[in-house]
């Protein structure tokens, strides 16, 4: 009848097909010309039948053989390159293919519900997928601040099952760092040139160097101070930071937000020692929110949208928000539609929809690179 083994190697869907036709066990094995104990071993899978059982089965049931009896799936497992750190045995991760690297993102902090490709098995890391691998290779990274690109990645498997966007978040020098490593395909960033007043550009020149590529623009922002609901200390300024019982939450060095408040406390002369909370450090635009919303911070710096539910809000400055690829990441499935995307009307509706959201440029080129020799 089969032989008996300590994991089936095969799936029994006998009780099902059974079920359907109305059959009891009893009267199945009789068609058959089984016992009924064999019926209930087969669909408990105590029992792998061989050829002619299975024959037997699937003709009493007017059922083929395959649809009865199927191989379990095999766990599908890849080196990948970690993206930063130590990965531990059991850490989930999303994953995609940059280059010819498989490259394994953890999903840590505010990520850790977010739904996994895989998950390591080892700290080399090796990676079991839950996903098929076609589905990696149509997967591009991009990593930003902009709380708005969840809803750009959405829009981009709305338009095309080929291509998956994930936006990973980070401020812009994690952004630069990450495409400078070759474990993103995107880098988004706000990085306002000092000297010049320009957006991205000198940034995007240096990164992209060794790789040529494009600076295409997301949107541009209205920045300035979050503040509680109603400004209550009448907060207006940055001089407004040098005042006495005043507490600030600060955005981390290398974000857009951090230089913007560094070049402002410049201008007024003062000193970034001088302010409570410029040491309070936390890693996003809704975070800062949160703080003062919630009473931690009188104010810090970031966007007019997310200051909207729950904060008031000061304006200080516009800041422009764009995205660096490189020239080899252009022919991406998922790159090709990101692009197509922003050129919709339908996605700049949306976006303008957000407060302080300018999309008059969204989708434009702002700058080209080659190699440089």
């Given at each position: 009848?089969?032989?008996?083994?300590?994991?089936?190697?095969?799936?029994?869907?006998?009780?099902?097909?059974?079920?359907?036709k109305g059959l009891s066990q009893h009267r199945l094995a009789g068609l058959?010309?089984?016992?009924?104990?064999?019926?209930?071993?087969?669909?408990?899978?105590?029992?792998?039948?061989?050829?002619?059982?299975?024959?037997?089965?699937?003709?009493?049931?007017?059922?083929?053989?395959?649809?009865?009896?199927?191989?379990?799936?095999?766990?599908?497992?890849?080196?990948?390159?970690?993206?930063?750190?130590?990965?531990?045995?059991?850490?989930?991760?999303?994953?995609?293919?940059?280059?010819?690297?498989?490259?394994?993102?953890?999903?840590?902090?505010?990520?850790?519900?977010?739904?996994?490709?895989?998950?390591?098995?080892?700290?080399?890391?090796?990676?079991?997928?839950?996903?098929?691998?076609?589905?990696?290779?149509?997967?591009?990274?991009l990593v930003g601040c902009d709380p708005s690109l969840g809803l750009l990645?959405?829009?981009?498997?709305?338009?095309?099952?080929?291509?998956?966007?994930?936006?990973?978040?980070?401020?812009?020098?994690?952004?630069?760092?990450?495409?400078?490593?070759?474990?993103?395909?995107?880098?988004?960033?706000?990085?306002?040139?000092?000297?010049?007043?320009?957006?991205?550009?000198?940034?995007?020149?240096?990164?992209?160097?060794?790789?040529?590529?494009?600076?295409?623009?997301?949107?541009?922002?209205?920045?300035?101070?979050?503040?509680?609901?109603?400004?209550?200390?009448?907060?207006?300024?940055?001089?407004?930071?040098?005042?006495?019982?005043?507490?600030?939450?600060?955005?981390?060095?290398?974000?857009?937000?951090?230089?913007?408040?560094?070049?402002?406390?410049?201008?007024?002369?003062?000193?970034?020692?001088?302010?409570?909370?410029?040491?309070?450090?936390?890693?996003?635009?809704?975070?800062?929110?949160?703080?003062?919303?919630?009473?931690?911070?009188?104010?810090?710096?970031?966007?007019?949208?997310?200051?909207?539910?729950?904060?008031?809000?000061?304006?200080?400055?516009?800041?422009?928000?764009?995205?660096?690829?490189?020239?080899?990441?252009?022919?991406?499935?998922?790159?090709?539609?990101?692009?197509?995307?922003?050129?919709?009307?339908?996605?700049?509706?949306?976006?303008?929809?957000?407060?302080?959201?300018?999309?008059?440029?969204?989708?434009?080129?702002?700058?080209?690179?080659?190699?440089?020799?």
């Open positions: 009848m089969g032989r008996r083994t300590e994991a089936a190697e095969l799936q029994s869907k006998v009780r099902a097909a059974r079920v359907a058959a010309g089984l016992t009924r104990q064999a019926i209930v071993a087969i669909e408990a899978g105590h029992y792998t039948p061989n050829t002619s059982v299975a024959l037997r089965i699937g003709q009493a049931l007017a059922c083929r053989v395959e649809d009865l009896f199927v191989l379990p799936e095999l766990p599908v497992e890849r080196r990948a390159i970690l993206a930063a750190g130590r990965c531990e045995p059991g850490t989930r991760v999303v994953l995609g293919t940059v280059g010819d690297r498989l490259v394994a993102h953890p999903l840590d902090g505010g990520r850790l519900f977010a739904p996994a490709d895989g998950v390591a098995t080892s700290s080399a890391p090796d990676v079991r997928l839950f996903i098929p691998p076609e589905q990696v290779e149509r997967t591009a990274f990645a959405s829009w981009v498997s709305r338009r095309s099952a080929d291509a998956r966007l994930v936006w990973l978040p980070g401020s812009s020098q994690v952004a630069l760092d990450a495409l400078r490593r070759s474990t993103v395909h995107v880098a988004g960033i706000h990085l306002r040139n000092a000297r010049t007043g320009e957006f991205n550009v000198e940034h995007a020149r240096r990164a992209l160097a060794k790789t040529g590529g494009v600076v295409v623009t997301y949107a541009g922002w209205e920045q300035g101070f979050i503040v509680r609901r109603g400004n209550p200390k009448k907060l207006g300024s940055v001089a407004d930071l040098a005042r006495r019982g005043i507490r600030l939450v600060n955005r981390e060095p290398g974000s857009g937000s951090r230089a913007l408040l560094d070049q402002l406390l410049e201008g007024a002369c003062i000193p970034p020692e001088t302010i409570a909370g410029y040491d309070h450090v936390v890693g996003s635009h809704m975070a800062v929110a949160r703080a003062v919303a919630d009473g931690i911070a009188d104010l810090g710096i970031g966007l007019r949208a997310v200051a909207r539910a729950e904060c008031g809000f000061v304006p200080l400055a516009d800041a422009r928000f764009d995205f660096i690829i490189p020239r080899q990441h252009m022919d991406h499935p998922a790159i090709k539609v990101l692009l197509d995307v922003m050129q919709s009307a339908s996605l700049r509706a949306e976006l303008s929809a957000l407060p302080g959201y300018d999309v008059s440029d969204t989708g434009s080129t702002r700058a080209r690179f080659d190699v440089v020799a």
